[in-house]
T-cell receptor
């Protein structure tokens, strides 16, 4: 596609429910990142995928959070048993390779947990 | 914890003035990038400066990097109302695989 696509753009859920957020990176981009941004805050790194290497999961805040990526394409971020503190914008980005490469961001998914 | 911290947190200037934002970081880096964010959604890459560079220009943007002080600055010259946005620095720490972002500077340019 022309850019990084994220869906849904907005998600409202009830506390305790599971949610899945989707990211379609730019075709050919081997690196994919998930970040979380709470209102008025900076970006918090969650997880990073690079080709067939083991993902860097060091930013996942708890075992309720998990992410998968199919080859070098779509990625899904899953949050189980959502809590109110999970409310944030979840941003996905991709780049050609890791290193001196700029990131291309999607428009994010605004998650609201009631 | 955040690798980079921007200063100031918020900046309000008049159209035509210059805006300067600073970023400090903690560890050795391969490069430092600046991004812009409108309306709290997707970020757009502005400029990248490598650890062996000291200054870089792109249009109205000027970025400096001082690795001895672990700091960088972003200068926007002749600002416009359309420059109103949040600006983030992001570092590529050696030994890590993901860009680490600072907390951002919110710039308001008054027409």
């Amino acid at each position: 596609g022309a850019g990084v696509s994220q869906s849904p753009s907005n998600k409202v859920t009830e506390k305790g429910k599971d949610v899945e957020l989707r990211c379609d990176p730019i075709s050919g981009h081997t690196a994919l990142y998930w970040y979380r941004q709470r209102l008025g805050q900076g970006l918090e790194f969650l997880i990073y995928f690079q080709g067939n290497s083991a993902p860097d999961k060091s930013g996942l805040p708890s075992d309720r959070f998990s992410a998968e990526r199919t080859g070098e394409s779509v990625s899904t971020l899953t949050i189980q048993r959502t809590q109110q503190e999970d409310s944030a914008v979840y941003l996905c980005a991709s780049s050609l390779v890791r290193g001196d490469e700029k990131l291309f961001f999607g428009s994010g998914t605004q998650l609201s947990v009631l | 914890s955040q690798q980079g911290e921007e200063d100031p947190q918020a900046l309000s200037i008049q159209e035509g003035e210059n805006a300067t934002m600073n970023c400090s970081y903690k560890t050795s880096i391969n490069n430092l990038q600046w991004y812009r964010q409108n309306s709290g959604r997707g970020l757009v890459h502005l400029i990248l400066i490598r650890s062996n560079e000291r200054e870089k220009h792109s249009g109205r943007l000027r970025v400096t990097l001082d690795t001895s002080k672990k700091s960088s600055s972003l200068l926007i010259t002749a600002s416009r109302a359309a420059d109103t946005a949040s600006y983030f620095c992001a570092t590529d720490p050696t030994g890590r695989r993901a860009l680490t972002f600072g907390s951002g500077t919110r710039l308001q340019v008054q027409p």
